[in-house]
């Protein structure tokens, strides 16, 4: 699982980036929305978790900046079980230091178009808590919409949703 975008190298991850990994799941305000930030021992179940889906396809990527060669966030496909349907969700989280770059647009839409590609699936969503409106925001730049409103994992989500293009 390779992709690559104007400015992102999209691969998979591995143990050796849980320093700059946990720079992004470890921060506080990034992780806001989430129920807290992630230990350094659940940033590396994290990544195996990830190596375990990449033989079929899926997985949360490591998100490389070309310019500096550095890791600077993930973002990825991977199934989740939304109301007892499996679906698959485009997920992202970027370094604060680099937020409002672009870089979560740029590297979902990659990963969205290579979900079409890899996956006979009709849509591809976003699970966003609805006061997260950075990944709202990136959601809809890259077309996505509201499906609906759905309790899941102790919190309401928006599932946003974007159709394959026939
Ligand atoms: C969500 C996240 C990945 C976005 O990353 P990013 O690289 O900064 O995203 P982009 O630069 O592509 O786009 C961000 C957009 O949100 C907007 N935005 C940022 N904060 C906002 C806020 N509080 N309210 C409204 N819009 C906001 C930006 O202005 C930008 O939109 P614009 O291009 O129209 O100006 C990043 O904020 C993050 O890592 N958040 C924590 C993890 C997370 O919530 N992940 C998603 C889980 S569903």
């Not at 946990?22 to 021992?41: I, K």
């Not at 699936?121 to 809809?140: G, K, L, W, Y």
Request: charged share 30%.
């Amino acid at each position: 699982m390779l992709i690559e975008t104007d400015r992102l190298l999209l691969r998979p991850l591995i143990f050796a980036d849980e320093p700059a990994l946990a720079a992004v799941l470890s921060d506080a305000e990034t992780m806001l929305w989430y129920p807290r930030p992630y230990t350094a021992d659940e940033v590396r179940q994290r990544i195996g978790q990830q190596m375990g889906r990449y033989p079929e396809g899926s997985g949360l990527l490591g998100m490389v900046e070309k310019r500096t060669g550095k890791l600077i966030g993930d973002c990825g496909p991977t199934w989740q079980e939304v109301e007892g349907r499996m679906e698959l969700e485009i997920g992202y989280h970027v370094n604060r230091e680099r937020w409002n770059q672009g870089f979560a647009t740029e590297a979902a839409k990659a990963v969205m178009d290579y979900a079409f590609r890899r996956f006979n699936v009709d849509r591809v969503i976003s699970m966003i808590r609805p006061e997260n409106m950075a990944s709202r925001r990136v959601a809809e730049k890259n077309g996505l919409t509201v499906d609906r409103v759905v309790f899941w994992r102790d919190y309401d989500h928006c599932v946003y949703q974007r159709m394959r293009s026939r």
